[in-house]
T-cell receptor, first 115, second 110 residues
Framework: NAGVMQNPRHLVRRRGQEARLRCSPM?????VYWYRQLPEEGLKFMVY????????ESGMPKERFSAEFPKEGPSILRIQQVVRGDSAAYFC?????????????FGQGTRLTVV | EDQVTQSPEALRLQEGESSSLNCSYT??????LFWYRQDPGKGPEFLFT???AGEEKEKERLKATLTKKESFLHITAPKPEDSATYLC???????????FGTGTRLKVLA
């Protein structure tokens, strides 16, 4: 029973390029969350999605960031025109039901470095 | 504003020295309180869920408890392999996102 799969594990981008982070939820899970973590800081909520719907994107910057969770395939977090401040670990979590009613399980993260 | 605060920020224990980690929450209606363990360079690993005051959960040397304002993670006779950052998160009734504290970095010395 595979866990939450994120790829790539490490991603290096030059300033101005695009970063695409992928997240495949656990089997049977239809709820996906994206979080950002800076060194020595906690996990900061970015966006909560269900299949084909964005439920809460209150933690996601309005500019350059977008997320999707299509009917088929993984959830994608997309960062356009990356800047040095986007360097962080990005974690995806999935749950079977609505947030708080069931446990959310995390992937191993994608570490984005902008040079 | 919904908030989760963890203390202490860091804790060093000798092997076998029991202690407790605190998670205080100020939220508008708690839907669930979650504990995770995170090792360096890895994603958080789920430990416990607590839903109502008075509830307790146990797993090996760990025991989580919940009151109306805070949760405790009790570690009994810890071992060096218990060294990690322990995170708690609250989900409120008005939203579905997990609000995390900044964690307690635990170091258990042999």
């Amino acid at each position: 029973n595979a866990g939450v799969m994120q790829n790539p594990r490490h991603l290096v981008r030059r300033r101005g390029q695009e970063a695409r982070l992928r997240c495949s939820p656990m089997k049977g899970h239809s709820h996906v969350y994206w979080y950002r973590q800076l060194p020595e800081e906690g996990l900061k909520f970015m966006v909560y999605l269900q299949k084909e719907n964005i439920i809460d994107e209150s933690g996601m910057p309005k500019e350059r960031f977008s997320a999707e969770f299509p009917k088929e395939g993984p959830s994608i977090l997309r960062i356009q025109q990356v800047v040095r401040g986007d360097s962080a670990a990005y974690f995806c979590a999935s749950s079977r039901g609505t947030g708080g009613n069931t446990e959310a399980f995390f992937g191993q993260g994608t570490r984005l470095t902008v040079v | 504003e919904d908030q989760v605060t963890q203390s202490p920020e860091a804790l060093r224990l000798q092997e076998g020295e029991s202690s407790s980690l605190n998670c205080s929450y100020t939220v508008s209606g708690l839907r669930g309180l979650f504990w995770y363990r995170q090792d360096p360079g890895k994603g958080p690993e789920f430990l416990f869920t607590l839903y109502s005051a008075g509830e307790e959960k146990e797993k090996e040397r760990l025991k989580a408890t919940l009151t109306k304002k805070e949760s405790f993670l009790h570690i009994t006779a810890p071992k060096p392999e218990d060294s990690a950052t322990y995170l708690c998160a609250a989900v409120t009734s008005g939203t579905y996102k997990y609000i995390f504290g900044t964690g307690t970095r635990l170091k258990v010395l042999a």
